[in-house]
Protein backbone atom coordinates (compact mmCIF):
# COMPACT_ATOMS: atom_id res chain seq x y z
CA UNK A 1 0.00 0.00 0.00
CA UNK A 2 1.33 3.11 -1.14
CA UNK A 3 1.91 5.60 2.03
CA UNK A 4 2.80 9.51 1.75
CA UNK A 5 3.80 11.23 4.84
CA UNK A 6 4.79 14.86 4.66
CA UNK A 7 6.63 17.01 7.64
CA UNK A 8 7.80 20.54 8.10
CA UNK A 9 5.14 22.45 8.27
CA UNK A 10 5.02 24.76 11.34
CA UNK A 11 4.52 28.82 11.73
CA UNK A 12 6.91 31.56 10.36
CA UNK A 13 6.58 34.85 10.40
CA UNK A 14 6.19 36.68 6.34
CA UNK A 15 9.85 36.53 4.66
CA UNK A 16 10.69 33.49 6.37
CA UNK A 17 11.57 30.41 4.92
CA UNK A 18 10.46 26.51 5.57
CA UNK A 19 11.15 22.95 4.40
CA UNK A 20 8.41 20.64 3.51
CA UNK A 21 9.40 17.20 3.48
CA UNK A 22 7.07 13.68 1.45
CA UNK A 23 8.32 10.69 2.78
CA UNK A 24 6.90 7.69 0.28
CA UNK A 25 6.49 3.94 0.86
CA UNK A 26 4.55 1.14 -0.50
CA UNK A 27 5.22 1.48 -4.02
CA UNK A 28 6.22 -1.55 -6.50
CA UNK A 29 8.38 0.96 -8.71
CA UNK A 30 8.86 5.19 -8.46
CA UNK A 31 6.29 7.47 -9.48
CA UNK A 32 7.14 9.52 -12.37
CA UNK A 33 5.27 12.16 -11.08
CA UNK A 34 5.02 13.87 -7.77
CA UNK A 35 3.79 16.80 -6.68
CA UNK A 36 3.05 19.71 -3.93
CA UNK A 37 -1.04 21.13 -3.47
CA UNK A 38 -2.32 23.29 -1.23
CA UNK A 39 -5.67 24.00 0.32
CA UNK A 40 -7.08 26.93 2.24
CA UNK A 41 -10.19 26.85 4.26
CA UNK A 42 -13.11 27.61 1.56
CA UNK A 43 -10.89 27.64 -1.28
CA UNK A 44 -10.09 24.67 -4.02
CA UNK A 45 -7.07 22.39 -3.59
CA UNK A 46 -4.39 24.29 -5.64
CA UNK A 47 -0.95 22.72 -7.67
CA UNK A 48 1.78 24.47 -6.12
CA UNK A 49 4.56 22.49 -7.56
CA UNK A 50 5.32 19.37 -9.57
CA UNK A 51 8.23 17.47 -10.92
CA UNK A 52 8.84 14.61 -13.17
CA UNK A 53 11.51 11.56 -12.17
CA UNK A 54 14.30 13.65 -10.24
CA UNK A 55 13.61 16.76 -11.60
CA UNK A 56 14.27 16.73 -15.28
CA UNK A 57 10.54 18.92 -15.22
CA UNK A 58 9.83 20.97 -13.16
CA UNK A 59 6.28 23.29 -12.90
CA UNK A 60 5.34 25.71 -10.29
CA UNK A 61 2.30 28.16 -9.73
CA UNK A 62 2.60 31.35 -10.95
CA UNK A 63 1.81 32.74 -7.29
CA UNK A 64 5.16 30.83 -5.89
CA UNK A 65 7.08 30.96 -8.87
CA UNK A 66 10.80 32.19 -8.19
CA UNK A 67 10.10 32.01 -4.19
CA UNK A 68 9.55 28.14 -4.24
CA UNK A 69 11.47 24.71 -5.62
CA UNK A 70 10.52 21.44 -5.70
CA UNK A 71 13.13 18.41 -5.52
CA UNK A 72 13.41 14.91 -5.21
CA UNK A 73 15.56 12.14 -3.87
CA UNK A 74 14.58 9.47 -5.98
CA UNK A 75 16.61 6.55 -5.03
CA UNK A 76 14.97 7.39 -1.09
CA UNK A 77 11.80 8.21 -2.25
CA UNK A 78 11.26 11.42 -0.71
CA UNK A 79 10.08 14.92 -2.05
CA UNK A 80 10.63 17.97 -0.82
CA UNK A 81 9.50 21.76 -0.91
CA UNK A 82 12.18 24.91 -0.12
CA UNK A 83 10.07 27.62 0.19
CA UNK A 84 11.53 31.34 0.78
CA UNK A 85 9.63 34.99 1.19
CA UNK A 86 6.99 33.00 2.64
CA UNK A 87 4.07 35.51 2.51
CA UNK A 88 0.47 35.18 4.49
CA UNK A 89 -1.25 34.09 1.58
CA UNK A 90 0.73 30.69 1.61
CA UNK A 91 -0.86 29.46 4.49
CA UNK A 92 -2.33 26.75 4.03
CA UNK A 93 -2.54 22.93 4.55
CA UNK A 94 0.44 21.16 2.28
CA UNK A 95 -0.14 18.25 0.61
CA UNK A 96 2.02 15.59 -1.09
CA UNK A 97 0.78 13.46 -3.93
CA UNK A 98 2.13 11.07 -6.57
CA UNK A 99 0.41 9.63 -9.76
CA UNK A 100 0.91 5.70 -9.45
CA UNK A 101 -0.15 4.91 -12.91
CA UNK A 102 2.64 3.66 -15.20
CA UNK A 103 3.36 5.86 -18.38
CA UNK A 104 0.53 8.30 -17.33
CA UNK A 105 1.21 11.55 -18.43
CA UNK A 106 -0.76 14.00 -16.39
CA UNK A 107 -1.25 17.75 -16.23
CA UNK A 108 1.36 18.45 -13.54
CA UNK A 109 -0.68 20.65 -11.34
CA UNK A 110 -3.85 19.74 -11.58
CA UNK A 111 -4.86 18.02 -8.24
CA UNK A 112 -7.44 15.41 -10.13
CA UNK A 113 -4.54 13.86 -12.10
CA UNK A 114 -2.76 12.28 -9.19
CA UNK A 115 -4.11 9.32 -7.01
CA UNK A 116 -1.93 9.13 -4.23
CA UNK A 117 -2.10 11.52 -1.25
CA UNK A 118 -0.31 12.52 2.11
CA UNK A 119 -2.40 13.27 4.96
CA UNK A 120 -0.90 17.21 4.81
CA UNK A 121 1.07 19.21 7.02
CA UNK A 122 0.17 22.77 7.72
CA UNK A 123 1.36 25.75 7.06
CA UNK A 124 1.03 29.39 8.72
CA UNK A 125 2.35 32.45 7.70
CA UNK A 126 2.13 35.22 10.39
CA UNK A 127 2.37 39.23 8.63
Known amino acids: QVQLVESGGGSVQAGGSMRLSCAAS????????MGWFRQSPGKEREGVAA????????WYAGSVKGRFTISRNYAENRLYLQMNSLKPEDTAMYYC????????????????????WGQGTQVTVSS
Open 26 to 33: GYSFPANY
Open 51 to 58: IYTEGSTR
Open 97 to 116: AAVGRPGYMPTPLRPDQYNY
